[in-house]
């Protein structure tokens, strides 16, 4: 039997992001990376020259000097290849890529490296 995710992954990265616009302290920076929608082969390679990278992670947070990159999943999503490059690259520059599979996990994630106000709880 193939398993469903509970929403899709716009759905849980809209989800994320009115946490963090309502709990992330306010010394933290972070952003969207719009990477995921379909565009026409002239957009992508307009895009590509500006700087677009291919597996960049789906929000990226500053706090206190640190880099925290954070792919969202869904429960049953999967990284691809170019995200694990993307990962491995952050990882060697002194950031951090964390991969959350579903809302419980990434804010799980965001309230361990301290981005919260306060923890959200889950029923």
């Given amino acids: 039997?193939?398993?469903?995710?509970?929403?899709?992954?716009?759905?849980?990265?809209?989800?994320v992001v009115n946490v963090l616009r309502s709990y992330?302290?306010?010394d933290v920076c972070w952003w969207a990376v719009p990477n995921g929608e379909q565009r026409s082969r002239m957009a992508g390679a307009r895009l590509k020259r500006q700087?677009?990278?291919a597996g960049a992670?789906?929000?990226?947070?500053?706090?206190?000097?640190?880099?925290?990159?954070?792919?969202?999943k869904t429960e049953v999503g999967k990284q691809s290849a170019v995200q694990e490059k993307f990962a491995g690259?952050?990882?060697?520059?002194?950031?951090?890529?964390?991969?959350a599979y579903g809302l419980k996990q990434a804010l799980e994630?965001?309230?361990?490296?301290?981005?919260?106000?306060?923890?959200?709880?889950?029923?």
């Fill in 89 to 99: 690259r952050i990882e060697t520059a002194g950031g951090e890529y964390i991969c």
């Fill in 51 to 53: 700087g677009v990278i």
């Fill in 109 to 123: 994630e965001l309230w361990r490296i301290g981005v919260l106000k306060r923890e959200i709880v889950f029923r």
């Fill in 1 to 15: 039997m193939k398993r469903t995710a509970r929403m899709s992954e716009a759905a849980l990265q809209e989800q």
């Fill in 24 to 26: 992330a302290h306010d």
């Fill in 57 to 72: 992670a789906d929000l990226m947070l500053l706090d206190c000097g640190k880099l925290y990159c954070l792919e969202l």
